[in-house]
């Protein structure tokens, strides 16, 4: 089994930036990709961010492109994503996903693990 725990979320302004952190404890070594969704008040779950383990390839929903940076530290078995550029409706409950096989799995929503979720809240 794999743990993931979450951190680094909180209230900031429209146009301020936040970093979250996931760390992974456990069985890390079957970890293959990593990543992040969130879940808006009334609404369902959404892919934001994900990155290989290996190779360090990423991919990016189209509504946080060029605002939101996922990276890794495979020493430390943590993933970030920084967010830059917060809007209002970036608001959510931000939860890490791991997976054995790939990002792909990943983006379809099927992580084999994840987190409890940090709640991001970005003001007007």
């Known amino acids: 089994q794999v743990q993931l725990v979450e951190s680094g979320g909180g209230l900031v302004q429209a146009g301020g930036s936040l970093r979250l952190s996931c760390t992974a404890s456990?069985?890390?070594?079957?970890?293959?990709?990593m990543g992040w969704f969130r879940q808006a008040p009334g609404k369902e779950r959404e892919f934001v961010a994900t990155?290989?383990?290996?190779?360090?390839?990423?991919t990016y929903a189209d509504s946080v492109k060029g605002r939101f940076i996922i990276s890794r530290d495979n020493a430390k078995n943590t993933v970030y994503l920084q967010m830059n550029s917060l809007k209002p409706e970036d608001t959510a409950v931000y939860y890490c996903?791991?997976?054995?096989?790939?990002?792909?799995?990943?983006?379809?929503?099927?992580?084999?693990?994840w987190g409890q979720g940090t709640q991001v809240t970005v003001s007007s």
């Open positions: 456990g069985r890390t070594f079957s970890i293959n990709a």
């Open positions: 996903t791991a997976d054995r096989q790939s990002t792909r799995t990943i983006m379809a929503g099927r992580g084999n693990f």
């Open positions: 990155i290989s383990w290996s190779g360090g390839i990423t």
